[in-house]
């Protein structure tokens, strides 16, 4: 495809224009996200097409910003780091996002791994994301409105599961459709106490890492129209 024809070059003005861009991109790399290929899919996507139109000119800050419904899209920082923790073992084929959300880091993932199996409570959220991903071209998501602490049952086992909403505890159905040699990324605790964990399912049980703090809006149970 030309490049002037590929929609996910689009070019933004002002506070949305590539030099805008160019600099998160630094600021990850100095915050230490190494994975070139990462810091390449989040250089080229054009996070402002996922946040209003009022918030389009914050949207390569380094910040979550709100997205809705008590919702909000993650920081870039975040989006890099989970992705490039699923991608530290090698490339990955089979991948669970619980939380479409805005579509920004379904959109990143798509262009990271072979497929993504996204999975939102929220309808409406889930449905504009959609539109979003149509729009960049985007085809190697399927979408599942139902309840994050299920997964996807029927479809698994999965290579990676990546989770962007914090949960009390690590759900068992989740852990239940890793594959072998399969990680999740996903955030646990509750209130202030949050910790980004890796755990990756070994040959008998499961290894896990803590990473470090963090601040996720909660993973709640059941679909909502």
Known sequence: MAREQ???????????????????IQRLYEEGVSNAKVLEVIRRTPRHLFVDEALAHRAYEDT??????????S???????????LLEAG????V???????????????????RVFSVE?????????KERLVELNL????????????GWPALAPYNGIIVTAVATDVPQALLDQLAPGGRLVIPVGAGEVQQLMLIIREEQGFSRR????????????????
């Open 6 to 24: 590929d929609p996910m070059l689009h070019r933004g003005i002002g506070m949305t224009s590539q030099r805008t861009r160019e600099r998160l």
């Open 96 to 114: 669970m996002e619980i939380g479409t959300g805005s579509g920004y880091q379904t959109a990143v993932l798509s262009q990271l791994v072979e």
């Open 210 to 225: 803590v990473l470090g703090a963090v601040r996720f809006v909660p993973l709640l149970n059941g679909p909502l129209a």
């Open 75 to 85: 920081q870039p920082y975040m989006v890099a780091r989970m992705s490039e923790l």
């Open 64 to 73: 979550a910003l709100p997205i809705g419904h008590n919702q909000t899209i």
């Open 139 to 150: 085809r190697n998501v399927v979408f599942r409105w139902g309840d994050g602490w299920e």
């Open 121 to 129: 409570r929220i309808k409406v959220l889930q449905d504009r994301a």
């Open 91 to 94: 490339p990955l084929d089979k």
